[in-house]
């Protein structure tokens, strides 16, 4: 079954950096995705986690480890999304621990927005998704699948 994910969702991580599973996702996290996500780097943004489903993860993390290890970008590629990546399970309350490094370097501190991004979920610090959602797309960005869009 195809799992997507949308919705922006205002979270608030608790004392001990503990994310709780909005209502709206919890029938899919138990059970399309066997109660298994994996949290990691956002590679292309800064102050932005990424949290896969375990099955979407896995495909994701195999495409990544068969980059070449010989150019920089692939292995740092790699150390961003393999090497930091960890499997998190909802608790009774569908809370899931996130990694204290991955809040520290990320700024994820009390307040965060959880972004349903289709396949996988984002979870910004309210400040970085701020500043990301309020930069318009310059006519100078729109690259040539943007502009066939029929919005």
Known sequence: MLIVFQGETAITIDDKGRLTIPTAYREQVAGECANRLVITYNPFEAGSLWLFPHAEWEKV?????????????????????????????????????????????????????????????ELWSEQAHLAKIRQSIGEDDITSEMAELRL
């Open 61 to 121: 993390r195999d495409q990544v480890n068969a980059l070449s290890k010989v150019k920089a970008a692939h292995r740092d590629m790699q150390m961003k999304l393999v090497g930091a990546a960890a499997v998190v399970e909802p608790d009774g309350a569908a809370r899931v621990l996130l990694p204290a490094s991955q809040r520290a370097t990320t700024g994820i501190e009390k307040k965060a927005v959880l972004l349903g991004m289709g396949n996988k979920f």
